[in-house]
């Protein structure tokens, strides 16, 4: 049975650093692409980030693209994200997610199978 938690969220103020981690358990971790999505009050889920199977390509949205880094720790099954320089308008909730072993695309929701139950950040300004 797949499992993905995350932790490291909370509140923090404009400009601080978080970092989240992921932890999955129940697959080969190794074998699949891993994503971050994140969820605002009155808003759809939209990608953030996410990383390939050995790790060695990064996507990411524009909104993030040089503040954020995804990473992955295929001998411990954990995928984080590193958050700098944050923004008010990056307060959410933050999944984790498994992508589709055959799934092509990276950003598309609908692509990922498995999902974490979030963890919140909070962004103050």
């Known amino acids: 049975q797949v499992q993905l938690v995350e932790s490291g969220g909370g509140l923090v103020q404009s400009g601080d650093s978080l970092r989240l981690s992921c932890a999955a358990s129940g697959y080969t971790f190794s074998l699949y692409v891993m994503g971050w999505f994140r969820q605002s009050p009155g808003k759809e889920r939209e990608f953030v980030a996410a990383?390939?199977?050995?790790?060695?390509?990064?996507y990411y949205a524009d909104a993030v693209k040089g503040r954020f880094t995804i990473s992955r720790d295929n001998t411990k099954n954990t995928v984080d994200l590193q958050m700098n320089s944050l923004k008010p308008e990056d307060t959410a909730v933050y999944f984790c997610?498994?992508?589709?072993?055959?799934?092509?695309?990276?950003?598309?929701?609908?692509?990922?199978?498995?999902w974490g139950q979030g963890t919140q950040v909070t962004v103050s300004s």
């Open positions: 997610a498994l992508r589709g072993y055959y799934s092509g695309s990276y950003n598309e929701e609908a692509d990922y199978d498995h």
């Open positions: 990383i390939n199977r050995s790790g060695g390509s990064t």
